[in-house]
């Protein structure tokens, strides 16, 4: 048994809960164990769950793991604390909000011989897996994946090349390693509209491009638009809802992960992906700061 505790309870903190609460029957869910949860305000519990100190967490020898799922500014603090007080960490994406931050917490928790699960619930959707079926084995051309959604505190949340983590993700999960060729933004403080516009070029050297669209009361939506030689692909292929949620999918990888179920060529092509991922991100960064 993984004694565990949730640090952070908002929207992914809550849901973190509720699944700990309610692991599948005879899933890998069921070896961890929810001890408490840590938060900034008083809540007292949560779902019958008491609320802990931090520094409780970071001590006890009853908690094994950490669930970070604050926001992403706090993530780094957050995971280089229990990774150095020897818990393994499962944490929110984006892993952190520098590409030389993740290189050091991935180098840290090598060192303390712990789990450091980055949860991807974007790859594990009914929708991304009809998604990646579609494009599988068509030559592309070039594509556009345009995001839209509700405003996000920059100060909490990062530069949006880091917030919007997931759609650099999805690109590379379909199209492999990618280049980035150009990236700017466009922003209105006043209004709280942010439009990041990022260019990518594939190793065949086909062009990708990624918008990110943020304002108060945009609608959470994507459209793609992916030229493949055989034909336009710029409707979401029908899906059913799966019958397990993506959270509770990315949960029971991790507790896999901790029973050592996991081989090492999968752990490390996650570990490759999510690094790549993250130096894109921040080569974005810097060519919209340039
Ligand atoms: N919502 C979703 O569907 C998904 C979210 N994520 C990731 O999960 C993380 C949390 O997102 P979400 O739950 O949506 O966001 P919320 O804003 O709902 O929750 C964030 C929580 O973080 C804690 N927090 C806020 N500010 C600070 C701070 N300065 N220091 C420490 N803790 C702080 C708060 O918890 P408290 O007050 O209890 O301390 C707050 O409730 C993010 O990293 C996000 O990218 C990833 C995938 C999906
Ligand atoms: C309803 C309001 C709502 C909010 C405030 C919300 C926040 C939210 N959803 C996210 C991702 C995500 N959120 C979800 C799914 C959900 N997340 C949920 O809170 C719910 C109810 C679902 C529905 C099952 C998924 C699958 C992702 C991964 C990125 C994606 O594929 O969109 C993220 C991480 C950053 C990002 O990729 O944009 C945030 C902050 N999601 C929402 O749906």
Not at 44 to 61: D, F, I, T
Request: hydrophobic share 40%; net charge negative.
């Amino acid at each position: 048994m993984f004694g565990v505790v949730v640090v952070g309870i908002g929207i992914a903190g809550s849901v973190r809960i509720r699944d700990l609460l309610n692991p599948l029957p005879s899933s890998p869910s069921e070896s961890l164990k929810l001890q408490g949860f840590v938060s900034r305000r008083e809540l007292g519990e949560c779902n019958g769950v008491q609320q802990v100190s931090l520094k409780e967490a970071l001590q006890s020898n009853k908690v094994d793991v950490a669930f970070i799922c604050t926001d992403n500014q706090n993530h780094e603090q957050s995971i280089r604390s229990f990774l150095e007080a020897g818990k393994h960490v499962l944490v929110e994406y984006p892993l952190a909000l520098s590409a030389q931050a993740a290189h050091e917490l991935w180098q840290l928790a090598e060192q303390k011989g712990k789990v450091l699960h980055v949860e991807h619930i974007e790859l594990l959707t009914e929708e991304f897996k009809q998604l990646k079926k579609e494009v599988d084995g068509k030559e592309l051309v070039e594509g556009v994946l345009h995001f839209t959604g509700g405003a996000l505190d920059e100060q909490k949340f990062g530069f949006p090349s880091f917030s919007g983590i997931a759609r650099i993700t999805w690109l590379v999960d379909l199209f492999g390693s990618l280049n980035v060729t150009s990236a700017r933004l466009e922003t209105n403080n006043d209004e709280k509209y942010s439009k990041l516009t990022a260019n990518f070029a594939t190793g065949d050297n086909r062009p990708l491009t990624w918008i990110e669209e943020r304002a108060p009361g945009l609608k959470r939506e994507k459209k793609v638009k992916f030229t493949f030689k055989s034909g336009v692909l710029d409707t979401f292929p029908p899906t059913s809802r799966g019958a397990v949620g993506p959270f509770m999918l990315d949960q029971n990888l991790f507790a896999q992960k901790l029973l050592g179920h996991i081989s090492t060529e999968e752990l490390a092509a996650e570990k490759n992906r999510i690094l790549h991922c993250i130096e894109l991100a921040e080569k974005i960064k810097q060519y919209c700061q340039q």
